[in-house]
C-alpha cells in the first residue's frame, strides 16, 4: 500500500494521510498539489510533503481524487520554511500553506447542481423559487450556487436547494476547477492564401468600394513594414483609428486571419541605462565594510541617516548576484515605496525585475510564482511587501530588508503571524544566503543584536552629496495657543515656512498620523459621542462621504444632524485627520495644490503610482498623509516638513510608543531637504522639552537606543524579554472572562516566569466580540522550545473545557 502525506488549506496542525496507487506513487513528488476529499463531501488542493508506506492507525485513508501538476511547484526549501514558521509562530502548518500560496493555486471544490434524472416532477407543487431554479435547470444542465444566488436575487439560497433535494428535484456534486487562466492576446496575420509579393493589388483592388476595410489593410502594411514583430489586434484598430467590427468583416471575408499568443499579465518594459553607477566615498566605504561583514557574519545591519544614498548601495550589492545568476529578494514594509523603486531598479537592471504584493490580481502572482520557479531572468530580483518571502526560490543569495525597523513587516492577522524579518533570515540561513538590513532609525532589537555581534554593523553618518540634515524648529502649541498665534490647526511659524517654500517653488509635506476629518463628534448639550454598534470606539468623521466610519470593523453611517441622545443640533468636532488638514490648507492657500496620501486615497490599484507620480512631477505642492509618507520616499523639490502634532504618537499604550515616535518623525524628516539646499523641519507639540522629542532635533539614535534600552530592562521587555500574547475573543463578555481568568491561573501556576493579564485591551470590542490579553514574558535565558510547548499543552486542555471551547484564542509570538 502506499501514501502521500499533505497539508490542506485549512486552519489544522496536524498532516494528513491519503492513499495513492503504485503508479500515482512513482509519479508524485513533494511539492506538487493533489485534491483530495476531506470531511462529508467537500475537496481541497493539498500539497504533497512527504511519501512513505505507513498506513494510519487512526482512521482508514481515503484515496486522492486528481493530481494537479506534472512537477513539483513548491520547493523543499519552502516546505522546510513553512514549517519552522507553524512551530516557531504557534500557528497550524495549514495556515502557512494557505497564507504563502496565490489562491488561484488553492482550488476549492464548487458546489454543481444538476436536476435528477429519470424523476417525474409536479411543477404545481413548487414554490415560485422552486420553480425558478428548476425551468434554469431546463435550458442548461448544471448549475452553481452563484448562479441560483444570481436568478432568486436573494443572499440565502440554500433552504430553497434543501427543500428541492428533498422533493427529489436536484442532486449535488462536488467539482474542482482550476482559476488560474493564463493571458492569450489576439494578433491578426494576412490570410494564408495571399503572398506578400503578389496579389496584394487585386486584393486593394476588392476593397475600392469599402474604404473602411482598405485603411484597416493599408495600416496592417505599414505596421508590418515598420517592425517584424507580430501585430494585435488592439494596436491595428488604434492605428487605423477603427472599430473591431470592420475587422471581424475582414476575418469574414478571409483576408486576415486571427490566433492567439499567451503573454505575461505584467510585463515592464525597461532599458537598462549604460553608464554606471558610482558611489561617494562614504558609500564605498561601506559597500567595503558591509563585504568584509559578509565573510564571516550572515546578517548586516546598515545603519545609514535618511537620504545617506542606502539604496545606491543595495543595487551595487545585486549588481554581483546577478552577475554570477543569483536570485535576490528585496522586501518592503509598504506597497507605496514599491511604486518609487521598482522604476529605479528598472534604470539598472531593465526587465529583470518582477513586482510581488496584494495590489496584484491572483493571476498576476500565479505568473511571478511560476517565474520565480523556473529561474526566468524576468524574476531574478524581486521586490515585494512581506508576502513575497513565501516564493519559491531556489538560487537565492542575498535578501534586503529596507526599513527593517518598520512594523509592517509583523503580520498581525490572520494566522501565520510572523515577522518578515526574522523570517527572511531563516529563510536565508537554509539557502546559505546572506541578510543586509537597512534603516535610519534600526529597530532596538536589530541595534542590540549589531552591538551584541550577532549582526555585522556599519553606519554611514553623512547624507548622500554631503547635503545637511534639515533644521529642526519646535513650535509650542500652548504657548501658541495662548497669543492666539493659530490659524486652525496651522501654527504661524508653520504658515510662515509653507508660504516661503511655495514662493520659492518647493514642494511641502505634512504629516498627520490620523486619517479622516475628525476622530470625535460631541453633543455640546449632553457631551454624547457617537459609538461603533460593534466596537469600544467612537465614529470617525468622514467629510467628503459625509459619514462617520469605524476604522476597525468598517461600520458607516450618514452625518448625524442632531445629537441622537438630546435631539440638540449642536454638534462639534474633536480632533483632527488628514481630510480637515487638507480642507484648511485650501482655505489658507487657496492658490496652491493639495494633494493628500492615505488609506482613503490609495484603494485602488495604481492609486499610490497617481500620488506618487503628480507629487514627483510638482503637479502637487502640498502634500498631506499619513505614516504612508515616513518611508523611504525620495522626492528632491521637498524642502519643508510639518509635523502637525507630535505628541498623539508619543502617549500610545504601548511599551515601543517612544522608539516608534524616534522612529516615525526622523523618517518624516528625513523627506526635507534631499538635494543641494538644506531642508527644514517644523514640529508642533504641547511638550516640546520632551526627552523623545529632543532627540529627535538632535538626530540622536544612540541616546534613545540607550534610553529605552534601559527602561527595557527594569520593565522585562525585549530585546531581554521575548514576549507572547494570547487574545482571547467571544461574543459572551462573561464568558471571556471567564476563560482567560481560568487560562492565566493555569499558566502562572505552572510557568516559571512573568505572566500578566488577564488584562482588558484599550480596544476591548471589536466586531461584537469581546477582548481579554494574556502577556507572557520569556527571559533571553530560558530555551524558548520548550516554553512553547508547555503553552501549547495549556491552550489544548483550555480546549478541552467544554464551556471553553467556543473562546477563539489567538497567539502572537514576538508581539511587536
Known amino acids: 500500500m502506499f501514501f502521500v502525506e499533505v497539508i490542506l488549506p485549512l486552519s489544522l496542525a496536524k498532516t494528513f494521510t491519503y492513499r495513492v496507487t503504485e503508479a500515482e506513487f512513482h509519479f508524485v513528488k513533494n511539492g506538487m498539489r493533489v485534491v483530495v476529499p476531506f470531511g462529508k463531501s467537500k475537496m481541497y488542493t493539498a500539497l504533497i510533503i512527504d511519501k512513505h508506506q505507513n498506513e494510519p492507525t487512526l482512521y482508514e ?15 523543499q526549501f519552502q516546505i522546510t520554511h513553512w514549517q519552522w514558521i507553524a512551530s516557531y509562530y504557534m500557528c497550524a502548518i495549514g495556515d502557512v500553506y494557505r497564507g504563502a500560496m496565490p489562491s488561484a493555486l488553492l482550488l476549492e471544490s464548487e458546489t454543481i447542481i444538476s436536476q435528477k ?66 493571458k492569450l492576446v489576439r494578433y491578426v496575420r494576412l490570410h494564408s492564401k495571399y503572398d506578400l509579393n503578389s496579389g496584394l493589388g487585386d486584393l486593394l483592388e476588392s476593397l475600392k468600394s469599402a474604404t473602411k476595410q482598405r485603411e484597416i489593410v493599408l495600416a496592417y502594411f505599414q505596421l508590418s513594414a515598420k517592425d517584424k514583430q507580430p501585430i494585435s489586434v488592439k494596436q491595428l484598430v488604434e ?31 525597461g532599458n537598462p541605462q549604460e553608464n554606471t553607477l558610482e558611489l561617494s566615498v562614504a558609500q564605498q566605504e561601506a559597500f567595503h565594510q558591509i563585504q568584509t561583514s559578509f565573510t564571516t557574519q550572515e546578517v548586516c545591519l546598515l545603519h545609514g541617516l535618511t ?91 542575498l535578501i534586503v530588508v529596507d526599513e527593517e525597523h518598520e512594523q509592517t513587516f509583523k503580520q498581525v492577522d490572520p494566522a501565520p503571524r510572523y515577522h518578515a524579518r526574522d523570517a527572511a533570515i531563516v529563510l536565508a540561513n537554509y539557502h546559505k544566503a546572506k541578510v543586509l538590513l537597512g534603516s535610519a532609525t534600526p529597530s532596538i532589537e536589530s541595534y542590540f543584536n549589531a552591538q551584541s555581534n550577532k549582526y555585522g554593523l556599519v553606519e554611514i553618518t553623512e547624507r548622500y552629496g ?62 454624547n459621542v457617537p459609538q461603533c454598534q460593534q466596537c469600544d470606539v467612537s465614529l470617525t468623521y468622514h467629510q467628503h462621504k459625509n459619514q462617520l466610519r469605524c476604522h476597525y470593523c468598517g461600520y458607516a453611517m450618514a452625518k448625524p444632524t442632531q445629537c441622537h441622545s438630546c435631539s440638540s443640533i449642536d454638534l462639534a468636532t474633536k480632533g483632527f485627520g488628514t481630510e480637515q488638514i487638507e480642507q484648511e490648507l485650501q482655505a489658507i492657500f487657496p492658490d496652491a495644490k493639495t494633494g493628500r496620501m492615505d488609506q482613503d486615497t490609495t484603494r485602488g490599484k495604481f492609486g499610490f503610482e497617481k500620488i506618487i507620480d503628480s507629487f514627483k512631477n510638482q503637479e502637487i505642492q502640498i502634500l498631506v498623509g499619513t505614516q504612508m509618507l515616513a518611508k523611504g520616499l ?52 504641547y511638550n516640546p522639552e520632551q526627552n523623545t522629542i529632543q532627540q529627535v532635533t538632535r538626530n540622536d539614535y544612540v541616546g534613545m537606543y540607550k534610553e529605552q534600552l534601559y527602561d527595557r530592562q527594569i520593565y522585562k521587555y525585549p530585546p531581554y524579554f521575548r514576549i507572547i500574547r494570547l487574545t482571547l475573543k467571544h461574543r459572551d463578555f462573561d464568558k471571556v472572562k471567564e476563560g482567560s481568568m481560568w487560562l492565566y491561573q493555569v499558566m502562572s501556576q505552572n510557568l516559571t516566569m512573568p505572566v500578566l493579564g488577564p488584562e482588558e485591551p484599550p480596544i476591548s470590542r471589536i466586531r461584537n466580540e469581546y ?29 478541552a473545557v467544554p464551556q471553553y471551547r467556543s473562546i477563539k484564542v489567538a497567539v502572537n509570538v514576538d508581539y511587536y
Open 466 to 527: 554631503n547635503v545637511q540634515l534639515p533644521e529642526i524648529e519646535l513650535v509650542d502649541l500652548k504657548d501658541s495657543y495662548f497669543r492666539k498665534k493659530m490659524t486652525g490647526h496651522f501654527s504661524t511659524t508653520l504658515i510662515e515656512a509653507i508660504t516661503a517654500a511655495l514662493s520659492l517653488g518647493e514642494q511641502v509635506i505634512l504629516f498627520q498620523n490620523r486619517r479622516g476629518y475628525s476622530p470625535i463628534i460631541e453633543c455640546l448639550t449632553c457631551g
Open 771 to 799: 477582548i481579554r490579553t494574556i502577556l507572557i514574558k520569556i527571559p533571553q535565558t530560558v530555551p524558548i522550545g520548550s516554553t512553547k510547548k508547555t503553552i501549547q499543552k495549556m491552550l489544548m486542555s483550555f480546549e
Open 239 to 269: 492605428t487605423a483609428n477603427s472599430s473591431s467590427a470592420i475587422l471581424k468583416a475582414l476575418i469574414e471575408k478571409q483576408i486576415f486571419e486571427d490566433y492567439f499568443i499567451q503573454e505575461d499579465r505584467v510585463n515592464f518594459i
Open 117 to 182: 434524472q429519470s424523476v417525474t416532477i409536479e411543477e404545481a407543487e413548487l414554490t415560485d423559487d422552486e420553480f425558478l431554479v428548476y425551468q434554469a435547470l431546463q435550458h442548461q444542465s448544471s448549475l452553481r450556487i452563484q448562479d441560483i444566488i444570481a436568478i432568486l436575487n436573494k443572499k440565502n439560497v440554500f433552504p430553497v436547494i434543501q427543500k428541492l433535494i428533498n422533493k427529489q428535484v436536484l442532486v449535488l456534486h462536488e467539482e474542482v476547477q482550476e482559476l488560474y487562466k493564463p
Open 307 to 397: 537620504s545617506s544614498g542606502k539604496t545606491e548601495i543595495y543595487i551595487k550589492l545585486i549588481e554581483e548576484q546577478l552577475a554570477s545568476g543569483k536570485q535576490v529578494l528585496y522586501l518592503l514594509p509598504e506597497i507605496a515605496l514599491t511604486t518609487q523603486l521598482v522604476g529605479r531598479l528598472r534604470t539598472y537592471f531593465g526587465d529583470k525585475v518582477g513586482v510581488y504584493h496584494s495590489k496584484y490580481s491572483t493571476n498576476e502572482r500565479v505568473e511571478l510564482w511560476k517565474q520565480v520557479l523556473e529561474q526566468s531572468p524576468k524574476a531574478q530580483i524581486v521586490i515585494g511587501a512581506r508576502s513575497a518571502l513565501f516564493l519559491p526560490f531556489s538560487n537565492l543569495s
Open 61 to 75: 485513508a481515503k484515496e486522492i481524487d486528481q493530481i494537479l501538476d506534472e512537477k513539483p511547484i513548491v520547493t
Open 634 to 685: 525620495d522626492f528632491n523639490n521637498v524642502s519643508l516638513v510639518g509635523i502637525m502634532n507630535a505628541d498623539t504618537m508619543l502617549y500610545h499604550p504601548d511599551f515601543r510608543a517612544f522608539e516608534r515616535s524616534f522612529q516615525m518623525m526622523t523618517q518624516v524628516a528625513g523627506r526635507a531637504g534631499r538635494s543641494e539646499k538644506q531642508g527644514k523641519v517644523v514640529i508642533q507639540t
